[in-house]
């Protein structure tokens, strides 16, 4: 695309794409009501933790298992796993507390069925939550034909359309019939045992008074993590594994529970009578916004083979008001893992993975200095990351002290190590992406100890919790963090009621993993 409104850019870097519509109609979780009689693999829960380092296939290798053939229109590249009749016992990456607002597809059960909706729709909005263990598989099928596939594609550089957020292919050989799928235009799938975000638009086939198609199928668009990965998209056939084989102006919901573990909350639709509808409103509303001479190229900033740093300023949009930082500095890796470095706290303020950076806001007209990140992005705190405190209860400060902190600047060898002096501790940052975990890695280190009472703020959240391999769940399931000595946590709750998380220096360096 050689020029795109200035202010979609805008809206595309730093928020969700449409604006949240409260004419959206929550499917309830409270019970299984609204959707039609399945086998028993579909469970309602109260929480799910996902234990990242347990890949799906283990459990089956452990169980004895009888192989059932695979039907042909089922047949992917990535489902390796054979059927079993067995049920998976202890070594299960899945933790499934009963309750309400979840539905899971629990494959200990040892049954596979899919979710299918009472309800039928034709044109559709749909935003859902979903979360996967590692390696597995799962599908959302607009009227039970037209899948998104949902799959642990975390680290895919280049997705397929059988990665997270694809539009599946089908199995005919017929070139009359064939349908090879869409991958998505970027990999935006986060690590396994985090809750992802899929919004989807999507139009119906039409059909003359005879019944023949006139207007094939259409994914007005789709967006996985805030990232929009399909727009305007036909589909001419049913993809695999349909509900029926035949195309319809209207269909069920339908969610594949036949192949793997997933778990999903938080669905609502809105039910479009006419789709010339939501495409046609939206583009209205933006032109509105934004007249057709404030169409620009975008400046977009890659990376190549060197690491590559940036100044400017960064609009951080985390829990509270959005604050603007002045001292900041993007950092790209080739490894195409990058991140937002505060220097005027000593923090990092964001990480993501993908493309660098969208630098239009800085250059177009007057410009206002600032840069936006352009993939899966998750915000991490704006203030300071090491303070002094009388005790473990003691308030972390929101701001770095003007008086006690100075930045030293960064040295560059591969990759950046930052300095700075607070109250006389003498402070080193580094980060550097590990290709083995697809974590970022932090280590603070301490070259001179001047204050016995110092902390480091690691994580701060909605929510802090546990899963099985000892990690700490940041922000309901958002993010998570690995400490190296995870024995030194220390999790506390804010006066405003949020949730931090702390290590106490004892001389030794600080280190984590930051994984999203």
């Known amino acids: ?31 299984l009501s609204q959707f039609r009689t399945q086998s ?12 990242p380092t347990r890949d799906v296939h283990d459990t089956v290798a452990r169980v004895t298992s009888v192989a059932a053939p695979e039907p042909k229109k089922k047949r992917r590249r990535k489902e390796k796993q054979q059927d079993t009749v067995a049920v998976a016992a202890v070594v299960d990456p899945v933790s499934i507390t009963p309750g309400k607002g979840i539905i899971v597809n629990d494959t200990r059960t040892g049954k596979k069925d899919n979710l299918v909706t009472t309800w039928q729709h034709g044109d559709i909005e749909l935003e859902l939550d979903v979360m996967v263990p590692k390696g597995s598989n799962s599908g959302i099928y607009l009227q039970g034909g037209y899948e998104v596939q949902v799959f ?15 539009i599946y292919r089908n199995w005919e050989k017929d070139s009359a019939t064939i349908y090879l799928g869409k991958a998505p235009s970027a990999s935006a799938a986060k690590a396994p045992g985090l809750w992802q975000h899929l919004s989807i638009s999507f139009r119906a086939p039409r059909f003359d008074g005879s019944g023949k198609k006139i207007s094939n199928a259409r994914f007005v668009y789709v967006k996985l993590n805030n990232v929009l990965i399909h727009e305007q998209i036909e589909v001419p056939q049913l993809t695999g594994g349909p509900l029926d084989n035949k195309e319809k102006a209207m269909g069920p919901l339908m969610i594949q529970g036949d192949h793997g573990s997933v778990a999903l909350r938080n669905i609502r639709y809105k039910l479009l ?11 209205g509303a933006l032109k509105k916004i934004v007249p057709p001479e404030e169409m620009v190229s975008p400046v977009l900033v890659d990376v190549g083979n060197e690491t590559k740093l940036l100044r400017a300023f960064y609009d951080f949009r985390g829990m509270g008001p959005v604050q603007r930082l002045t001292r900041t500095i993007a950092v790209g890796d080739p490894d195409g893992m990058h991140y937002i470095y505060n220097l005027g706290a000593g923090n990092i303020a964001a990480v993501w993975r993908g493309d660098f950076i969208d630098a239009t806001p800085m250059w177009h007209q007057r410009g206002d200095g600032s840069f936006m990140t352009r993939g899966v992005t998750q915000l991490l705190s704006a203030g300071p990351s090491v303070a002094e405190l009388a005790d473990s209860s003691a308030a972390f400060p929101a701001k770095a002290d003007s008086l006690g902190f100075r930045s030293l600047g960064y040295t560059v060898h591969d990759r950046p190590a930052f300095q700075y002096n607070y109250k006389g501790n003498r402070i080193s940052d580094r980060i550097w992406p590990d290709t083995a975990t697809g974590a970022f890695i932090r280590e603070i280190s ?28 940041i922000d309901d399931k958002s993010w998570y963090i690995r400490l190296s000595a995870p024995e030194q946590a220390i999790i506390r709750t804010t006066a405003g009621g949020a949730k931090e998380l702390l290590v106490k220096v004892v001389g030794q360096p600080v280190r984590y993993s930051i994984i999203w």
């Open 446 to 473: 301490f070259d001179s100890l001047a204050s016995k009472n110092l902390y480091v703020k690691v994580a701060e959240g909605k929510s802090i919790d546990r899963n099985p391999g000892g990690d700490f769940l």
């Open 40 to 51: 028993g693999n579909w469970v309602l829960a109260g929480n799910v933790i996902i234990d």
């Open 273 to 283: 009578n006419d789709t010339k509808d939501s495409t046609t409103q939206k583009v």
């Open 1 to 31: 695309m050689k020029q795109l409104l200035f202010g979609l850019v805008l809206v595309l870097g730093s928020g969700p794409l449409f604006a949240q519509d409260s004419s959206f109609i929550p499917v309830s979780l409270n019970d």
């Open 152 to 166: 642990d594609s975390w680290r895919a550089k280049h997705a397929s359309y059988g990665d997270m957020g694809g």
